[in-house]
């Protein structure tokens, strides 16, 4: 692989907005906030380009496994569709899901994207397609999202295949967060390269992610007047910057649009508040960095508390005080001796009740 696959692919300075059809609209008629990966769509931000750099550097170095790792919401999927594009005309690139694949289901797949026909044996016909590109000086780079879903045996199917193909197959496992996530980096060779990709947007990225998206919509001046620089700013903090939380967020704004507000708040009577408690239970499986604290299970999704939902609880608290009550030796009927010999002599005076 070359050392200079940007020259190729220049950086984007600005997202290129091309929306479909249903999208389109003088005030918005679809979603402007739509969670995807699609770079049509893409925000350019600091971190994104700076794991790019990092992927693009260890590819040239001749690594040849390469996890991308980091909490889920964060832009992995899309992380990896920029690094796809930016390579495209270097190298043989395939992006795929795990998804449970098996070797063959794998090798099959990658073939069909690259429109390769696999003669029914698909995993010698995708090494041969390994090593044709190899001749040409290129490399084959597989990208596999959500890849803790692969099943095991292709995870070492393919640790082996680099090893055999010697550099004419380079792999990027990504993988969010969590038990699988380690279980699959246990498989991995000790010379795996790790990256990490867990910051969040800044204040500045957020706003720039609202304003392109309301401009990739063609939003009305009405819905952009829910977004002033106030509302954005409490996007920013109380989504933490997580770019899903901050669309999740968005989108619940934007589906209200019953008319004008006025005030300092664009959403009025606290309820952009609301809605944002409303977007973190939504995000929650997540990451457990978003679950709802234990004291809120009194609480409705309004933020009210539950009344009848208390009384469930002290109830049940109640019944489980009395039942320890009655539990105590002495609500028992009869004596209780407390010492075990007043039993034993009992039973050798044989007396008669």
């Not at 795990?98 to 698909?122: F, I, N, Q, W």
């Not at 792999?171 to 969590?178: E, L, W």
């Amino acid at each position: 692989m070359s050392p200079r696959p940007r020259k190729s692919l220049p950086r984007r300075r600005g997202p290129t907005f091309s929306p479909p059809a249903r999208d389109r609209g003088s005030h918005g008629g679809g979603n402007p906030f739509e969670l995807s990966a699609d770079l049509q769509v893409y925000v350019p931000r600091s971190a994104v380009e700076a794991r790019l750099d990092q992927l693009l550097r260890s590819l040239s170095n001749q690594c040849q496994i390469l996890t991308l790792t980091g909490p889920a919401g964060y832009g992995k999927t899309l992380l990896l569709r920029a690094l796809a594009d930016r390579i495209v005309n270097e190298v043989g690139v395939v992006l795929l899901v795990g998804d449970g694949l098996t070797p063959a289901e794998l090798c099959a797949r990658a073939l069909g994207r690259m429109k390769v026909p696999s003669d029914g044996h698909s995993v010698s016909s995708f090494r041969d397609c390994a090593r044709s590109l190899a001749s040409d000086d290129k490399m084959l780079v597989l990208l596999l999202d959500d890849a803790t879903t692969l099943d095991p045996t292709t995870v070492d199917f393919l640790v082996g295949l680099v090893e055999e193909l010697q550099g004419a197959l380079r792999v990027v496992f990504c993988a969010t967060d969590g038990p699988r996530s380690t279980a699959l980096i246990r498989r991995l060779p000790e010379s795996t390269v790790s990256i990490r990709f867990d910051e969040p947007m800044s204040a500045e990225e957020v706003e720039d992610l609202v304003e392109s998206r309301l401009a990739w919509s063609r939003a009305g001046s009405e819905m952009r007047a829910w977004f002033d620089e106030n509302t954005v700013s409490q996007l920013h903090a109380k989504t933490g910057g997580v770019p899903k939380l901050v669309l999740i967020a968005a989108s619940a704004i934007a589906s209200q649009r019953s008319g004008p507000r006025t005030g300092t708040d664009p959403m009025g009577r606290g309820a952009l508040r609301r809605r944002m408690r409303a977007a973190e239970r939504m995000g929650r499986p997540m990451g457990s960095e978003f679950s709802r604290p234990a004291k809120n299970v009194f609480r409705r999704r309004g933020g009210r508390t539950d009344v009848w939902t208390v009384l469930l609880y002290s109830m049940i608290l109640a019944l489980g005080v009395m039942a320890l009550m009655l539990a105590r030796p002495g609500n028992l009927e009869g004596p209780v001796p407390s010492d075990p010999r007043t039993v034993a002599a009992g039973k050798s005076s044989g007396a008669s009740p």
